[in-house]
């Protein structure tokens, strides 16, 4: 739907007027906002409707993506540029009185995602729409999502994310494609003329209502692809006689307990309680869209047998893997498939990406609990597992200990990760060296059964948020000097090279990250009231806090630059920015526990004036997309520095690259292709291999070798006895040294030097402007690899067998 200045003014005014009674005159700046986002969802909506008719006059196949999580952030501006109206959209607003840009800040981050996971399904999303593939996103409608950070004396706090009253105005409520869900209850067989008749009584029943939001691709797509989001709804009839006895509390229970399923994303699950909860929402999140896609499918086709013909179900992560036994439910027990034509059409239509080598990551729920809250699903996963198992019999022959591994239920715990693998035609990990693991290690004993399943994607993002929108200038920059082809082909990015040694170029290049770095100085200092230095080296880390991705190593790299500064107040040194946003979860206490250090290590110095103005610690509070845009473009440094093996990716080193941050990191996740694509000459890479890990491993790794023969690494981890404003941190020091198994589990002493070694050259790297300019440059021009388009061109062409429909 094309649009002029006068058809935005007349649509804004309709809606001003339909919604809130009002004239453009009479508006306040909330309903001018509400009323700009309706206009946008409009247009988006008719262009849904007109590329669906496309679908279903072409028959062509269809994704359906499902995730737990969708990381999207804020909306208008995203959209706004995607359809090429932003000029149109500001003229006709400032007849208003308004300016865009106040109305982008106002728009809350949805609370429908937390880290990597979401946030790359949300630039998949974009993707899909840009290269017009069909296709759908399934997730949950999180009320309150992930929780809000507040930071009150390094303390961690959680509190409710509340964001509809911001953001349900991108939501289109679909009450005719509502269904049902089934939880508990009891199930028997009965046989009738060789058919089994499946009997589910005393059942608890919840309606799944759909609420869709519409995502837009790049200027020249024409494609929309809709996320649909379930929430949770009682379906029993409210108790009125309980109400009337003033049992208010009672009458209403039933319809709480039921809706908590679409409160919060990921509630804690160290308690049973958490558990069921976390059970009860993945298979809410499956139940409901498979029925849905079902549905629309038989719709279109009559024929389920067409299914993986018309049909992908992409798994990602293990969250949504039950949509396989309950794709064989629906097909055993509503359509009266035989178990070998179901199995047949679930393998060829699901396919599944793994996202984590980490044991405790890799969902496993107890039987017992499995069996109460899902009978049906437990019966036909049993099933799924004795019907392998006979198969890996039959393949690896008298090798108990290796079917036993591959079997889905094993002592006691059914394991969704095998349920993934065994019920999908293929298998992926997200980086060429995380996809090597999983054949090496992890999956080693079923890709020594279907080596023909698995293969790598490595992921991507979404670069026209994440350079062309957060950060104009530079986007302006390549306008001028390749031409706009990179917004929807990101490898013409790579003709940037011809100016690298254009002095020109690189003193632009230079200009643009200073103002860039300027603009966030004065957007923290008007927010938290603290001033950092732009020309100092913005060094930044933000991603989940967990113990792998090592924040802690860089708290005590910052530690040992502290004591030395402590020392020598006068010492000569580049002014430093060390820059973290991270959220733990509620549970993870190790986690929280690094935050409180890195908060407090910041409280220390901001005591001391003069060391304060070469060392600078910030801890962003309540790290979201949103904030990410700001920051991300203002980046010197990017901290990739997990344990080697331990990361399958990462997207975090590809937005800073994209915007012209050096890595310094290890050789894990997508670290490895970014130094393969840059040259190590354009990287600063250190510390362990995956390979050199797992032989430390194997010989009895001990940190206190590593602690002993460091001077600065031991000054810098006894200082953590002593402490940092106030308080000691001797618990951190003693899980470095003396905790109970194995100490510092994720080696960070045993890489200290090296990463110490490395921000050394990095230093004299950015000494010399025109190097560190040179370096910047080609990290934007080598960025088009990792693009998300590139990502999902490769997941169509190599495991949906997908074609797009441009029109």
Same mark, same amino acid.
């Given at each position: ?8 003014k007349e649509v804004l005014q309709d809606k001003l007027s339909r919604y809130f009674g009002i004239s453009p005159e009479e508006a306040d700046k909330e309903q001018v906002y509400k009323a700009t986002v309706l206009t946008v969802r409009d247009i988006l909506t008719q262009r849904r409707k007109i590329y669906n008719s496309k679908i279903k006059e072409t028959g062509s196949k269809r994704i359906y993506y499902m995730c737990m999580e969708f990381l999207l952030g804020p909306s208008l ?18 007849? &208003? ?40 996103? @399934? *997730? ?42 089934? &939880? ?52 029993? !009839? ?39 909860? $976390? ?39 293990? !969250? ?14 509503? !359509?009266?498939? *035989? ?42 996963? $049993? ?47 997200? *980086? ?10 992890? &999956?080693?004993?079923f890709y020594d059964m279907y080596p023909e399943r698995f293969t790598n994607v490595t992921n991507g993002i979404a670069h026209r948020r994440w350079l062309c929108y957060s950060n104009p200038r530079l986007a302006s920059l390549l306008d001028e000097t390749i031409g706009r082809g990179y917004r929807t082909d990101a490898k013409q990015l790579e003709k940037l090279l011809a100016y690298k040694d254009d002095k020109d170029v690189l003193e632009k290049l230079a200009q643009i990250k200073?103002? /860039? ?26 991603? $989940?806090? !967990? ?68 060392? $600078? ?53 997508? /670290? ?81 030097? &090296? ?39 490769? @997941? ?12």
């Amino acid at each position: 739907m094309a649009l002029n200045n006068i058809d935005i003014k007349e649509v804004l005014q309709d809606k001003l007027s339909r919604y809130f009674g009002i004239s453009p005159e009479e508006a306040d700046k909330e309903q001018v906002y509400k009323a700009t986002v309706l206009t946008v969802r409009d247009i988006l909506t008719q262009r849904r409707k007109i590329y669906n008719s496309k679908i279903k006059e072409t028959g062509s196949k269809r994704i359906y993506y499902m995730c737990m999580e969708f990381l999207l952030g804020p909306s208008l501006r995203n959209n706004i540029c995607n359809l090429g109206r932003e000029d149109e959209f500001k003229s006709a607003l400032k007849d &208003f009185g308004f300016e865009l840009d106040e109305l982008y800040a106002m728009e809350p981050d949805p609370g429908l995602g937390n880290g990597g996971l979401g946030r790359l399904a949300a630039c998949f999303m974009d993707s899909l729409s840009t290269l017009a593939y069909p296709g759908r996103g @399934y *997730s949950i409608l999180y009320e309150y999502g992930l929780f809000k950070q507040r930071l009150v004396d390094g303390e961690q706090l959680e509190l409710p994310d509340i964001w509809l009253p911001g953001g349900e105005s991108w939501l289109i409520p679909r009450q005719d494609k509502k269904c049902t869900v089934r &939880f508990g209850g009891n199930v028997s067989e009965k046989w009738d003329n060789g058919r089994c008749e499946i009997i589910h009584q005393d059942y608890e029943e919840i309606e799944a209502i759909p609420y869709d939001m519409m995502i837009s691709g790049g200027e020249d797509s024409h494609a929309v692809t809709p996320l649909r989001l379930w929430k949770a709804q009682d379906i029993k !009839h409210f108790n009125m006689e309980l109400f009337s006895q003033g049992q208010y509390i009672k009458a209403v229970q039933d319809n709480t307990m039921a809706e908590t399923i679409s409160k919060v994303l990921y509630p804690n699950d160290n308690h049973p309680e958490g558990k069921l909860l $976390r059970l009860s929402q993945q298979y809410f999140l499956v139940s409901a869209s498979m029925q849905n896609l079902i549905d629309d499918h038989l719709y279109d086709y009559k024929d389920l047998s067409l299914l993986p013909e018309k049909v992908s179900i992409h798994i990602n992560d293990t !969250h949504p893997a039950l949509c396989i036994p309950e794709l064989m439910r629906i097909l055993l027990d509503v !359509h009266n498939y *035989s178990w070998e034509d179901a199995w047949d059409i679930v393998v060829r239509t699901v396919s599944y990406t793994n996202h984590t080598v980490l044991p405790e990551a890799l969902e496993c729920w107890n039987e017992g609990l499995f069996r109460l809250k899902l009978p049906r699903i437990y019966m036909i996963i $049993r099933e799924i597992n004795e019907r392998f198992c006979a198969d890996a019999w039959n393949m690896f022959p008298g090798n108990w200990d290796k079917v036993g591994r591959m079997s889905i239920i094993n002592h006691g715990q059914i394991r969704m990760a095998n349920l993934s693998v065994v019920g999908s035609h293929m298998t992926n990990g997200v *980086s060429a060296l995380h996809s090597d693991i999983l054949k090496d290690t992890v &999956f080693k004993d079923f890709y020594d059964m279907y080596p023909e399943r698995f293969t790598n994607v490595t992921n991507g993002i979404a670069h026209r948020r994440w350079l062309c929108y957060s950060n104009p200038r530079l986007a302006s920059l390549l306008d001028e000097t390749i031409g706009r082809g990179y917004r929807t082909d990101a490898k013409q990015l790579e003709k940037l090279l011809a100016y690298k040694d254009d002095k020109d170029v690189l003193e632009k290049l230079a200009q643009i990250k200073r103002a /860039n770095k300027v603009d966030f100085s004065n957007f923290l200092a008007q927010k938290t009231g603290v001033t950092i230095d732009p020309d100092s080296i913005y060094d930044v880390q933000v991603k $989940r806090l !967990h113990e792998y991705k090592r924040q802690l190593l860089n708290a005590i790299h910052i530690i040992s630059i502290y004591t030395a500064l402590k020392e020598n107040p006068d010492l000569e040194m580049q002014p430093r920015t060390f820059i973290f946003g991270a959220k733990a979860a509620p549970g993870y206490y190790v986690a929280k526990d690094i935050i409180r250090l890195i908060c407090y290590i910041s409280a220390d110095i901001e005591k001391n004036p003069k060391i304060r103005e070469k060392l $600078r610690v910030v801890f962003l509070e309540n790290y979201n997309v949103s904030l990410a845009e700001k920051l991300i473009p203002t980046a010197d440094v990017s901290e990739q520095i997990s344990l080697a093996g331990k990361e399958a990716s990462g997207t975090g080193n590809m937005k800073f690259m994209i915007n012209g941050a050096v890595t310094i990191g290890t050789l894990d996740g997508a /670290n490895v292709e970014i130094c393969e694509e840059v040259g190590k000459e354009n990287i600063f890479i250190f510390g362990h291999t995956a390979e050199e890990v797992d032989e430390l491993w194997k010989k009895g790794y001990a940190s206190s070798y590593y602690y002993n023969r460091n001077e600065n690494l031991k000054k810098a981890v006894d200082y953590l006895q002593t402490g940092f404003n106030g308080r000691s941190f001797s618990d951190i020091a003693n899980y470095l040294l003396y905790s109970y198994g194995v100490a510092d589990p994720f080696m960070c002493l045993a890489d200290f030097d &090296f990463y110490a070694e490395a921000h050394k050259k990095l230093l004299e790297a950015y000494a010399d402007k025109e190097r560190w300019g040179k370096m910047s440059l080609c990290n934007i021009a080598k960025a088009g690899k990792f693009a998300a388009d590139r990502s999902i061109s490769d @997941y169509a062409n190599n495991i949906w067998n997908m074609k797009q429909l441009l029109y």
